[in-house]
Structure formats: C-alpha cells, structure tokens
C-alpha cells in the first residue's frame, strides 16, 4: 500500500520522545510505501531525515515555532493555539495544505496520523481512512497534574486540558480506527467496550536493552527519563525529597541516580543533596541501568506506558512503582507486571530499603521482570497488530 504517516514530532533521534514511531514506520516499510510528514523545531537536523530514508519513500518536514525555544515561548503557543484552534500555526497550515495535494496527485490507501498539535492537518485528508495512534491519554495526564502544580502554573495548566481535550474529541470524530498506548489509557477515554479502538503498546528492542553484567549494581536507586517532562520532574523530586531521606535512615550509603535529559533548575538544586546526583544528559542509559540495585518509578500523574519501566525491565532490574506507573503495564489479557507497587513515600522507602539490604544475598538480575518485556513488550508484536489494524480499516474503507 502506499501510505501517509504524520506525526507531531520528527521520529528521530531515539531520544526525541518519538521512538514509538521510528519502530512503527520500520514495521510497516518492509510491506508499505511510506511517506512521512512530520512538524519539527529547533534541534531537527538534516541527518534525522537520512535516518528515517530506509523506512520512507520521502520525507517532509514543517518548522514549528510552538516546537522551539524556551518552555516559555512554548507556553505562548500553548496559549495562542487555545485561542485559535491551531488555525494560527503555519506550520500546521503548511502540513494540511501538502496533504491535500499529495491525496489529489497520488493514491494513497490510508493515512496514519498522530499529534493532538496537528488535528487541524486532517482537513487536508479527503476520502481516505484514518487510523489514529492517541498512544496515551493526554488529557488524563493533564488533568492528573493539577494536583501537583505551582499556582503560578495553574492556568496554563488549565488552558492545556481545555486545547487537548478539544483536540482529542476532534480525532474520535475523525477516525477510522483509533490506537492507544496502554489498556488503561483506552478504557479512561472510551471505556472497556470501545469499538473501533485497539491497544497497540510500546516495545523494546530487547537486543539493545541487554545486561553485559551478570549482578546488579549495589545501595543504588536509579530513575530514567526525559527530565523536562513534567510527570517525571514531579516524580525525581517525590524521590529525592520525599522516599530518600527515608532509605538513607536505614542505609546511609544509598545512592540515587537521576538520569536523563533537560532536567530544571529544581531538579539540578536537588542533585546537590547528600547521597542524590542529577546527571543531565547521558549518551547511554544502559550504564546506569547496570549500576542500579532497584529502578524507583513514584509517578504520580501521567498516562500511556513508561518506556523507562520497559527499559528497566529488560535490562533486568527489578521495580518499585507507583500504582499509576504499574498500570500502564497491565495487558489486555489482564496479566499485571511483575513489579513491586508503593502506595505512599512510606512504602517506597521500605520496599527500596529491602532491595538494597538484600543485594548481598540476591545479586542476580530480575529475569521474570525481562520475560514479562520479552512476552508482551516487543516492537515485532506491536507492528504485527498495526499491521493487521492496517489491512482491516483498508478492506472496510473499500466495501
């Protein structure tokens, strides 16, 4: 088939926050002709295009001034597409335009689109089945961080639910068939009989989330990710702040890695606690990983699934979470992941100190945890449940 794949962010680097798509548009190119629009900001390079030429037949790309800059121009555009309905971004308004001449000039099978930024490029889309990946529930993710934001951030916070919520209403309409990330996120949205509505979770590559040690690193806690995001800031300080002073009690060595990308000032003042480093940006989290005695995931607003648990997991570290951070993982079958759930900093603490006191005894990796990735959470099975997604809307859409 020839297809059109539009995303709301370029598929590249790994690191970009839209890996599931790179993984996605690999699947598909093996059997597809595949043509990939995407909006990009600032750190978009020509070489990202030049990454993804295996997979595509042709790459376009639309510079998105909401996509660049300070988190304070990006709440401005936030804001400004609030008020307008994103009509007022040109780089959407360029993307919906090359999809009506591409859907005039050529034939194409069926669209594959993701982005609540980039809804209004679908009204370039004219006779064509959709198929749209939501992957998490943005608006519960939104609305589960009220709780936990700044008065000063409240509005803002406010006025992103409202654009998102629109957004998503938006594309139920639209589609023909609608993806989701996790269970919980399909059933918080549409309920547990959604129709038309499938559960198309995240991988991993297991071959590059694999362990060269064969024990696990001891008295230390390990939490990965983007660190400018939100949810993830909320849970690194919940961490430092709140669980580790508790484990220091009881183990005075224990350390806390934070690891990852953009971490905000808060994040790095905390670092210089006793017993806590905030690394920043690392080339490779596979070493920290190895170092880890236990992966720490006190999330405590978010949706979709946490690649960072998947990335644990199969690097056989075992895992404390929060409810929240545990129920992403959750399968359609109904088998829950072999992690450890904390309710509260208190319990955190107690399950971490166990961990941590009992390395010396049980220093192995945790293999039920990597069997559990290996079983469910692979991209090989995602692709194959596009795929076949793919082939059923395409049939329908010709009958």
């Known amino acids: ?41 600032a750190r978009y390079l020509p070489e990202h295009a030049a990454a993804m030429s295996p997979f595509t037949e042709r790459v376009l790309t639309f510079t998105s001034a909401n996509k660049s800059g300070t988190l304070e121009r ?37 669209v594959l689109f993701s982005g609540k930024d980039t809804y209004p490029a679908l009204a370039g889309v004219n006779g064509l089945p959709v198929i749209v990946d939501m992957c998490d529930a943005t608006s519960i993710r939104i609305r589960g961080g009220l709780r936990y934001t700044s008065l000063l951030r409240l509005p803002l916070l406010l006025c992103d639910y409202e654009r998102v919520r629109r957004a998503e209403r938006q594309l139920f309409r639209r589609a023909a068939h609608l993806l989701f990330g996790s269970v919980r996120d399909r059933e918080a949205v549409l309920g547990p009989a959604a129709k038309h509505a499938s559960v198309m979770p995240n991988g991993v590559d297991t071959d590059f989330w694999r362990r060269s040690s064969h024990e696990r690193g001891a008295e230390t806690v390990v939490f990965t990710g983007a660190m400018g995001y939100p949810p993830n800031t909320d849970a690194a300080l919940y961490l430092i702040e709140d669980i580790m002073p ?37 080339d490779d989290m596979r070493p920290y990983l190895e170092r880890a005695t236990v ?13 960072k648990l998947l990335e644990a997991m199969a690097m056989g570290v075992p895992v404390v979470a929060s409810p929240l951070a545990a129920e992403g993982l959750r399968t359609e079958a109904g088998e829950r ?32 945890a990597r069997r559990f990735i290996l079983d469910h959470f692979v991209w090989e099975r995602s692709g194959a449940k596009l795929e076949q997604v793919l082939q059923t809307v395409v049939r329908g859409a010709k009958h």
């Not at 709301?8 to 970009?16: A, M, Q």
């Not at 992966?295 to 690649?307: E, K, S, T």
Request: hydrophobic share 45%; net charge positive; charged share 20%.
């Open 337 to 368: 992941p072999p992690v450890q759930v904390a309710q509260d900093a208190q319990q955190f603490a107690e399950l971490i100190t166990e961990h941590l006191a009992g390395w010396s005894s049980q220093p192995a990796p945790d293999a039920k």
């Open 74 to 110: 990006k709440a401005q555009g936030r804001l400004w597409a609030l008020a307008n309905g994103t009509r007022g971004n040109r780089a959407v308004q360029r993307m919906s335009a090359a999809i009506a001449r591409l859907t005039e000039e050529e034939r194409f099978e069926a």
């Open 1 to 41: 088939m020839h297809l059109l794949y539009v995303t709301s962010g370029f598929p590249y680097p790994l690191t970009s926050g839209y890996l599931r798509h790179y993984f996605l548009l690999k699947a598909l190119s093996q059997r597809h002709a595949i043509t990939l629009l995407s909006l990009v900001g």
């Open 295 to 307: 992966f720490a995931a006190p999330l405590r607003f978010g949706a979709g699934i946490q690649n």
């Open 246 to 282: 508790l484990v220091r009690r009881a183990v005075p060595g224990a350390q806390a890695l934070i690891v990852g990308r953009d971490p905000p000032p808060r994040l790095r003042d905390a670092g210089r606690r006793p017993g806590v480093t905030v690394t920043g940006f690392v």
